[in-house]
Structures are given as C-alpha cells and as structure tokens.
C-alpha cells in the first residue's frame, strides 16, 4: 500500500469514526452567564461525511405556544421543525466541530472538540471571540433529563405565593391562567432549556416586570463591600466647550464617587449644559436617585415602596399622613433596601440637596423604551420638579422592586416583592415616563446638542 493510498485511507477512517461517536442524543451542560449551569439535550446527525445539523426536541414550541400559532411559526427557518435549538452549517474536521447555533434570542458560533467519546466546547459572538457560553457533553440515551419539573413548578407557585409583593394578584384569571399553563406543560419538559423558555414564554403574557428563573442565585456570591469584581457602569466626557455628558449602562452604589467627582469638576468650570443618557439603562438600585442631589435646592419625597407586609392587612393605597410619618430611608446596601421592604411593608424615599455640591446649568436627559427599573423614578423625579428636561421616548414601564429567591436545588425565582409609587401617585409600572420633548431614541442626542447651543 502507497503512502497516498494509506493517508486516503486514514482519513475515512477519521471521518467514520466521528461520525459514529457524534451520531444521536447528546446532553449539554452549557454555563449561561447570567443564568448558571442548565442542561439541554441535542440529536446530532451526519448530513454528509464532513458535515452535519444538530437540533433540540422537535415540536417542543408547539408545547409552548400552542397550535395555531406553531403553524405558523413552523414555516420559519429559526423554529425548523418546532425545536428550540439549531446547528446549521456544521463541519466536521478530525476532532473538532463548527456550525452556527440558533435559537429564537439569538445566533451564536458554535465550536467543540471530540475527544473519549465526550464533548467540550463554547459559543462565539459574531467576531467569534468573545465567548458567550462553554459547555461540556456526553452521549445521552433517554428522553428526558433526570429532574422532577413538576415538582420544581409547584415550588415555584409556592414562592410566588409567599414573597410576591401582593399575594390576591394571584387570583387574578392573569394569574390563574399562568399556573394552569405551567402545570399542564410540566409533565412535557425535556431538559432545562424547555422549562426556562416554556416558564420565560408564560410569563411574557403576564403584566408584570421583574419575573425569571434561574439556575442559580445571585445573591450567594453577592457583596456590597467586595470591590474586587467592580466593573464601572458611568461614563463621562466633555461633548464640547459647553456641554458636559454622562452615560449611564446601569445604576450601582460603587459609582456614586464617580459621579460626583464629575459632578465637581463641571461645576468648578462652570460648564452651562449637562446631558444625563438614560437610554438603554437597564436599572440598578436607589443609588440612581443621588443623580438629582446635585440639582436640586429644597428636599423632596421621592415616591413610596410598598410590600407584602402592607398588602396582608390593607387593600387601599396608604394615605398622605402614612406616608409622611414613614422614617426616611438611608440606607446604603441593595440588600438593605430590599429587607427594610420585607420587614416594614413601606419605604419612603426622599431626595435633599448635596450639602457641598449644586449644578447651576441646563440638564438634559435621554431616556428611550429601554430605560427601565431603577431609571424610571428618577427620570419621573426630574421631570416632576422641572430639574432636567426629558428628551426621546417613553421609558419601558418596568418599576418593581425584585430579589432572587432559591425555590428548588439550583433553581431560582427572580420575583417583584415592592410596587412603587411616586410622591404624586403615579404607578410607573406597565406606564413609563412619557418625555417632555419626544424623538426617536438614536436622534435624542443629536437633538439635544443643537437646542443647548
């Protein structure tokens, strides 16, 4: 046998025999940032001898959203075959697999390695270098994941009957529905995908912010004094001579120095035109609320919280005195705010002038559909007192004050445990803050920059 002739060789050889270790069921243990460790289970197939597709159950979105509208999304490439996941494109070369993952909240690139019969690999971004995911796999033989759905669901309905922030929401037909649709799907859930989407898809139709499953608990590995993983969430900069600028990606105690290290910096150079950008901010916590200590000059109520404490023993918001009579919150921990919630049912929050540091210059702020959760009560606030001018579109309506229960093993239950009103009985849930000037959010700048000339 020729050297050619036995390369040749060698390599159907390779080529046959990954195939037969690739061939079927496969589970996934993928590490979702954000979300923790889940399991997911994948059928693999050779397409040809160097390519191959890959794809959860089949029909499982017809589990989810129901016939009439599975016949409609079935004809949809993302959603081939009624399964939630798909590896198009996939190249087998030696000891290595490649494709494109698809799912319907996102594309990503998908990479592994063979090797013993088991699988490693990760999820890229378009550049295909940030990892978004890694995963471990190994063949798998059942249908069906080793966990008890139906049991985690009925903890589930337990948690949010204890914790949410007003218990007779529940027995709303909403509501009622809800926990129907969850306990007729349970019984049908493969793996930890279907019960993240089966419970995300549900609780989309419900009129209410703040609620999600995880497969882990924030708040194990959470520390208000641990610096060691601060990663900013505040940018700054000078637009122009005249026109100071501060982005906000999120809202955290950590920033507040930085904020008002800028904040001395414009006023000891007596910069006219500061533009707060709101847009896109996610939320955080109070700490958002510290933005108008430098604005205003006389101190304010700031709206009011209220709990499942409150709502056990009153159906009717709390009257003026109430609130007026509530001690002031000074508290300086996400973790604090949160409890005092819990254990007093009430929290009123109040802002007062910086006793250092007044801004004397025109405020703008940008606010979009994004601008949600913590954002919204201080863009309500500034518009309320005529601090800052709202400048692009409504904010998103989503003001619930939430923590991350664990209901059941790793799984937990992120749920809304505070309404908030504010200080003129405005509910800003499902409502958002409207602007005082309205423009698409990508030209909300642009705007700004030519009216503060």
């Not at 898809?201 to 590995?221: E, Q, R, T, V, Y």
Request: hydrophobic fraction near 35%; aromatic fraction near 12%.
């Amino acid at each position: 046998m020729t050297k050619t002739t036995y390369l040749f060789f060698s390599f159907l050889f390779c080529l046959t025999s990954y195939s037969q270790n690739l061939t079927g069921k496969w589970k996934l243990n993928a590490n979702i940032q954000g979300m923790g460790e889940i399991q997911m289970l994948l059928d693999f197939s050779k397409t040809t001898d160097t390519t191959f597709y890959a794809s959860s159950r089949p029909k499982a979105l017809k589990d989810i959203i129901g016939g009439i509208k599975y016949a409609v999304a079935k004809n949809n490439k993302i959603y081939k075959n009624g399964a939630i996941v798909h590896i198009y494109k996939g190249v087998i070369r030696e000891d290595s697999l490649r494709g494109v993952l698809t799912t319907p909240m996102m594309n990503l690139y998908f990479a592994a390695e063979l090797k013993n019969g088991k699988m490693r690999g990760a999820l890229f971004g378009a550049d295909k270098t940030k990892t978004y995911y890694e995963f471990t796999a190994e063949p798998y033989d059942k249908e069906f994941v080793n966990y008890d759905y139906v049991s985690l669901i009925a903890s589930i309905k337990n948690t949010f009957q204890k914790n949410i922030y007003d218990s007779e929401i529940l027995k709303t037909k909403e509501w009622t529905d809800f926990f129907k649709s969850l306990d007729d799907i349970a019984p049908k859930i493969h793996d930890d995908l279907e019960m993240y989407m089966d419970f995300s898809f549900l609780a989309g139709k419900i009129k209410m912010s703040h609620i999600a499953i995880l497969k882990n608990n924030p708040w194990d590995s959470y520390d208000d004094e641990d610096t060691s993983k601060y990663v900013t969430q505040v940018s700054h900069k000078m637009i122009n001579e005249k026109t100071a600028y501060i982005k906000f990606e999120g809202f955290q105690l950590a920033d507040t120095l930085v904020v008002r290290q800028f904040f001395r910096t414009i006023i000891e150079q007596k910069i006219p035109n500061l533009i707060y950008d709101l847009r896109g901010c996610s939320g955080g916590d109070y700490s958002s609320m510290f933005l108008a200590q430098y604005l205003t000059n006389e101190t304010n109520e700031a709206g009011f919280f209220i709990g499942n404490k409150y709502y056990q023993s009153n159906r009717n918001l709390p009257d003026e005195n109430t609130i007026k009579n509530l001690p002031d919150y000074n508290g300086k921990s996400l973790k604090e705010f949160l409890q005092t919630i819990v254990d007093n049912g009430l929290l009123k929050g109040k802002v007062s002038p910086d006793r250092e540091l007044h801004y004397n210059g025109k405020v703008y702020t940008l606010i979009d559909n994004n601008s949600a959760s913590a954002t919204e009560p201080i863009a309500y606030f500034l518009k309320q007192h005529n601090l800052a001018t709202l400048v692009g579109e409504t904010t998103a309506g989503k003001m619930l004050s939430s923590t991350v229960i664990t209901v059941k093993d790793k799984w937990s239950l992120m749920l809304p445990i505070a309404d908030y009103y504010t200080s003129a009985r405005f509910r800003i849930e499902q409502n958002g803050v409207s602007p005082n000037i309205k423009v698409k959010s990508k030209d909300a700048l642009d705007y700004v920059l030519k009216i503060a000339q």
